[in-house]
């Protein structure tokens, strides 16, 4: 089945929880096809600034999401993205909830019931679903560690801990499958608590650990060669619960992208390297289960993780 408007419309038919992955499915080897981006008339619309937390707004990727559903909504007027103060995300989400403030407009985040509750998401995987698959970011002389796991209870047995955020949805993930976890609220503070030994693992996800290490510029800290942590954790753009305009302008960019042939290019461009590199289709992997999730997000997230060798085909082309 092509990507063709035909089958686009034949969606339309399909349940609302199988909306998003037929579509990613469908678009993600599609070859872009002609389609118009705009669908107004208007000839005067107010500009905006939109803005993005600052941890999306350093991310190459994010950002790029972001500008790319803004220029495929010309209707809604000019845009401009620009970067937040330097927030911790238990801050930014309370800011969105807030509805008030204007320190930040869109985040990225990785999805729960709760967010999903008090924040208006905008359902579609920023990365292809590619966040809740991790790896360890380690120093050098942790390695031997890590070697032989080859399941959860290996995981468990080997008594590794790993850092994450406090207020990341991971830590409650892996605390539930028996994981030890140490936390702090600050992501660029990990990194020095992995150097001094806090933890034995910080584990981030596919789509930004290259990033992160080209960040630190640390030779000491390295990325453990076997292992392929995975659990359902759709990373959705977040606004405030009242913003609807902008979730409005947000999605509908975003499918026009999913259409266009664009978005698959997008995740082409900026994933299909770390797929590559970190040599994702011969790790182990060790699957958890995520019971954090509302009933959609567990249906994509469950999806991605079934489908994760075909993914992984298609970014490695």
């Given at each position: 089945m092509e990507c063709s408007l035909?089958?686009?419309?034949?969606?339309?038919?399909?349940?609302?929880?199988?909306?998003?992955?037929?579509?990613?499915?469908?678009?993600?080897?599609?070859?872009?096809?002609?389609?118009?981006?705009?669908?107004?008339?208007?000839?005067?619309v107010a500009s905006r600034d939109y803005v993005l937390w600052y941890r999306n707004y350093d991310s190459p990727a994010i950002r790029a999401l972001v500008e790319l559903a803004l220029k495929k909504t010309p209707e809604y007027g000019d845009?401009?993205?620009?970067?937040?103060?330097?927030?911790?995300?238990?801050?930014?989400?309370?800011?969105?909830?807030?509805?008030?403030?204007?320190?930040?407009?869109?985040?990225?985040?990785?999805?729960?019931?709760?967010r999903e509750e008090f924040l208006t998401a905008i359902p579609f995987p920023v990365d292809g679903g590619l966040l809740g698959f991790r790896v360890c970011v380690v120093l050098p002389e942790s390695l031997p560690k890590f070697a032989g796991i080859k399941n959860l209870e290996d995981l468990r047995a080997r008594q590794i801990w790993i850092g994450q955020g406090s207020h990341w949805p991971d830590t409650p993930v892996l605390e539930a499958n028996g994981i030890p976890?140490?936390?702090?609220?600050r992501y660029e503070i990990l990194f020095g608590m992995l150097r001094n030994e806090r933890f034995d693992c910080f584990a981030r996800g596919v789509s930004e650990v290259l990033y992160d290490l080209e960040m630190e510029q640390d030779p000491n800290l390295v990325i453990e060669p076997n292992l392929l942590i995975a659990y359902p954790m759709p990373?959705?753009?977040?606004?405030?619960p009242n913003d609807q305009e902008t979730a409005h302008r947000l999605q509908l960019g975003i499918e026009r992208a999913?259409?266009?042939?664009?978005?698959?290019?997008?995740?082409?461009?900026?994933?299909?390297?770390?797929?590559?590199?970190?040599?994702l289709s011969q790790r182990r992997v060790i699957a958890?289960?995520?019971?954090?999730?509302?009933?959609?997000?567990?249906?994509?997230?469950?999806?991605?993780l079934e489908n994760l060798r075909r993914r992984l085909e298609v970014l490695s082309r």
């Open positions: 035909p089958a686009f419309r034949a969606l339309l038919r399909l349940p609302k929880l199988a909306i998003f992955l037929a579509l990613l499915g469908l678009c993600l080897e599609a070859t872009p096809i002609a389609a118009s981006t705009s669908t107004s008339s208007q000839t005067e845009s401009r993205v620009i970067r937040s103060e330097e927030l911790s995300q238990g801050r930014v989400l309370r800011e969105l909830a807030d509805g008030q403030s204007r320190l930040v407009d869109i985040a990225n985040v990785a999805t729960s019931i709760e976890v140490v936390t702090h609220s990373s959705y753009l977040f606004v405030g999913i259409h266009d042939g664009s978005f698959s290019e997008f995740l082409r461009r900026y994933y299909s390297r770390a797929v590559k590199e970190l040599n958890l289960e995520n019971p954090f999730l509302s009933e959609e997000s567990r249906y994509i997230g469950r999806s991605t």
